[in-house]
């Protein structure tokens, strides 16, 4: 009902830039949530930065100063600009949306299928 498509990963050098985007499209009524997460080798998930309908964000402390989410509502899509990367930001980044899919009554989430973002030393 809902489809994510992310884009943008790749490798990079460690201090240089990437911007992931998401677009969201299907039976979509409204968008709340969108957020962007990470998954590193053995590691849990985890939030990497969140902005809500109203267009406040949240960031994980390590992502703080360096990553910007931003939203295009009229797009239905997500961009998280990474800059200052470094090889501990090395992961799969999963674009997550919290939606209302028409005809249906409550919320729910859909994730996107990750994204590989390498950043070499």
């Known amino acids: 009902q809902v489809q994510l498509v992310e884009s943008g990963g790749g490798l990079v050098q460690a201090g240089g830039s990437l911007r992931l985007s998401c677009a969201a499209s299907?039976?979509?009524?409204?968008?709340?949530?969108m957020g962007w997460y990470r998954q590193a080798p053995g590691k849990q998930r985890e939030l990497v930065a969140h902005?809500?309908?109203?267009?406040?964000?949240q960031y994980a402390d390590n992502a703080k100063g360096r990553f910007t989410i931003s939203r295009d509502i009229a797009k239905n899509t997500a961009y998280l600009q990474m800059n200052s990367l470094k090889p501990e930001d090395t992961a799969v980044y999963y674009c997550?949306?919290?939606?209302?899919?028409?005809?249906?009554?409550?919320?729910?989430?859909?994730w996107g299928q990750g994204t590989q973002v390498t950043v070499s030393s």
């Open positions: 997550n949306v919290v939606v209302v899919v028409a005809g249906e009554p409550t919320w729910s989430d859909y």
């Open positions: 902005i809500s309908s109203g267009g406040s964000t």
């Open positions: 299907g039976s979509i009524f409204s968008i709340n949530a």
